[in-house]
């Protein structure tokens, strides 16, 4: 299905000779999104922006002057990311006239090396959701199956990738949304260890869960990008130093067999709620990564049952934290008719956020209440750290763990809109990822009934760029 680009090194090659003009590559991009609306994958289009910094590319590589690594190639981002070309509105009403002062990092690397944002995407407003059905302007359709959703809340990122809207995307996962989305659409999805990706310029989820990563048509691609944007940030505290070789793939790939490496299955997730069939996909994927000379290992993690309950008590509360700026004074959607403050307050609030996001911001806000943090709050970082301690007692044994990137098929949309728990299983798989900051990527494997399906692996912190190596030497092989 679809994927309409070639690799982005083909790409850069083709720009580069002048075989292929930049402003081509921008047109084509646009159309794409012109003519695939139906989708709802696209709030805000770049077009007059993009065009001319396309012109201003192709006018220097025909002066002979070097351009970067990504010159002439379009991307789109979620827009929870910070523009100064486009309005950022996170899918979200509180938002939806917020033109930012400055611009993400991330954007800033990309646009460094010559890559031209095109267009932003829909996503479940403030990236609260599993569906994109969240967002306050409109529901992102799976491409595959238009009744269906596209995962989330990088839904709209996903889906532009797979209908050729753009080389690659980026998102942000705090509990499995680009992992999930690329899942549900057939991508590769890229979540890097906590802080190797600049949050600046990022509008805030979960401080202490979110990253930045992107999502592809393939390893290659996802292993450029990631060495473009990573890296120490002065305006982000929490990054981390990146590795000190490049995680492009094309460049330095040391890894040429798995043979002898010991790949994890963490049993523990296959036992209860995973369909028949994903589980029966994973088992297969295993079989062929023992033909290719792994050692196949059954590994346990004590703790992982509590790994969903720790993250709907971590993730809420940080939420109610992050989105108490937003009281329509400062910044965000704001009403005039009103008597006092406090209706001010409760008046701009309840239009400008949605079920979830109030939903989130109450359970948090009760989390953390003076009486109730100790007995929730507490607890679930104090789980936190067990899994911590547990997920790297497993890697002492084995060098990655694999297993489904989610529980489930794409689902019907409407069908878990009114049963918040069911919504929040979807991430069962993907949120362990995030609550001990390790990196994690999922690739696309055998379709099942003609909808596609995501196989995980992750590695230790920091171990990135042994994981897309293993990613790359596996994907042709799962597919």
């Known amino acids: 299905m679809i994927k309409s680009w070639p690799s982005l090194s083909e790409l850069r090659d083709q720009v580069q000779s002048g075989n292929v003009s930049a402003v081509s590559l921008v047109e084509k991009s646009i159309a794409a999104i012109e003519n ?7 709030i805000s289009v770049n077009k007059e922006n993009a065009i001319n910094t396309a012109k201003m590319i192709d006018k220097k590589i025909s002066n002979g002057d070097k351009v970067g690594r990504l010159a002439g190639i379009p991307f789109i981002v979620k827009d929870n990311f910070l523009t100064t070309n486009l309005m950022t509105t996170a899918a979200s009403n509180m938002l939806k006239d917020f033109k930012a002062p400055y611009q993400a990092t991330a954007i800033n690397l990309l646009e460094k090396e010559g890559a031209i944002m095109v267009a932003k995407a829909n996503l479940d ?11 306050d302007f409109m529901v992102t359709k799976n491409p595959f199956d238009e009744t269906r959703v596209p995962g989330g809340s990088s839904g709209g990122s996903a889906v532009a990738v797979i209908l050729g809207m753009a080389p690659f995307a980026l998102g942000t996962d705090t509990g499995g949304s680009i992992r999930m989305p690329a899942s549900f659409c057939g991508v590769v999805g890229y979540k890097p260890s ?80 995973v369909d028949s069939k994903i589980k029966q996909n994973v088992f297969n994927n295993v079989t062929r990564l023992k033909s290719m000379g792994a050692q ?184």
Do not use: W
Request: hydrophobic share 40%.
């Open 36 to 42: 695939k609306k139906q989708y709802q994958a696209i």
């Open 125 to 135: 407003a403030f990236a609260h959701g599993a569906s994109t059905e969240n967002s």
């Open 194 to 273: 906590y802080g190797l990706v600049s949050r600046s310029g990022v509008v805030a989820m979960a401080s202490s869960l979110d990253v930045v990563g992107p999502l592809t048509s393939n390893v290659n691609d996802a292993s450029l990008i990631l060495d473009i944007i990573s890296g120490i940030d002065s305006l982000d505290s929490t990054t981390i130093v990146r590795d000190t070789e490049s995680y492009d793939l094309q460049l330095i790939n040391k890894m040429t067999t798995i043979k002898d490496l010991k790949i994890g299955i963490l049993t523990d997730f296959l036992k209860n709620g």
């Open 296 to 479: 196949i290992v059954d590994i346990s993690i004590p703790s992982i049952a509590l790994s969903l309950p720790a993250y709907y008590i971590i993730c809420p509360a940080e939420i109610s934290s992050n989105l108490s700026r937003y009281d329509g004074l400062r910044y965000g959607y704001h009403t005039n008719k009103t008597k006092n403050l406090e209706e001010y307050y409760s008046s701009s609030r309840s239009y400008g956020f949605g079920k979830e996001a109030k939903r989130r911001i109450m359970i948090g806000t009760y989390v953390l209440s003076s009486g109730y943090y100790d007995a929730y709050y507490k607890k679930a970082q104090q789980v936190r750290t067990k899994l911590i301690n547990e997920i790297n007692g497993a890697f002492k044994q084995v060098d990655f763990i694999v297993g489904p990137t989610t529980p489930i098929l794409p689902f019907k949309i409407g069908e878990k809109t009114m049963d918040p728990l069911q919504m929040y299983l979807s991430d069962l798989m993907t949120v362990l990822a995030n609550l001990v900051g390790i990196p994690a990527i999922s690739l696309p494997s055998k379709m099942i009934n003609n909808l596609p399906v995501g196989f995980q692996v992750m590695a230790p912190q920091k171990s990135d760029k042994k994981l897309l190596e293993f990613a790359k030497l596996i994907e042709d092989k799962i597919k």
